[in-house]
Every structure is written in C-alpha cells, then in structure tokens.
C-alpha cells in the first residue's frame, strides 16, 4: 500500500501523562525519537512541541492504523490521544517542482 502524509494532532490524556511521558523520553536524542516511531508502513517526519495543550507530528504512512500501530509500539497511545488528518496536498518550499496544487476535493 503506497504511504500518504498525515497531520497529526496530539494531547495528553492527563497531565500526570504528560509528566510521566517526558520523564521517560527526557535522553533521547532527535535521531532515537525518530528512530523509535519508524515502522514499515508509518514514519514521524516533523514534530512540534510546546507548553500547549496540543502538539503536532507530519506523518508519512499507508493509513492512520498504521500510525496508531507506530504509536502503540512505543506505548505512546496510552500517554496521548491522537487525530490523524490524511493531507491530499502536501507541497515543500524545499522541494519546488512548478506544479499544479492538488485539489483534494476533486474527485
């Protein structure tokens, strides 16, 4: 199954949650954060946190199963509530091809 990208939308079930999952990933470094959320059929591509109660990921995979798997292999799942949001468009200022943007209403 091909992969698509995926915005994520994450929150803490708890605060004591939110406590306890930074405390167990407080020494990893970006390379392990990646690394540890990569499987065959879901990676993490970006990830923004703050103080909020929300964060974020950009997830490239074959369907939000996959990534609730990814996320259940770390035990991710029960530390924060996730809403995967498939993005039919995705375009990078970084990888500029000069093509038509995708309607993700057309059919």
Not at 46 to 69: N, P, T, V
Not at 78 to 105: C, G, H, W
């Amino acid at each position: 199954m091909a992969k698509k990208h995926f915005i994520c939308t994450h929150t803490w079930v708890s605060p004591e949650a939110r406590v306890e999952f930074l405390k167990i990933t407080s020494d990893i470094t970006d390379r392990e954060f990646f690394e540890s959320v990569k499987t065959e059929r879901a990676e993490t591509l970006r990830h923004w946190m703050g103080k909020e109660d929300f964060f974020y990921c950009h997830w490239f995979a074959e369907d939000e199963d996959a990534i609730f798997d990814a996320l259940e292999g770390i035990g991710g799942n029960d530390f924060m509530a996730t809403l995967p949001i498939e993005t039919e468009r995705y375009v990078d200022s970084s990888d500029i091809k000069d093509q038509t943007l995708i309607n993700p209403y057309d059919d």
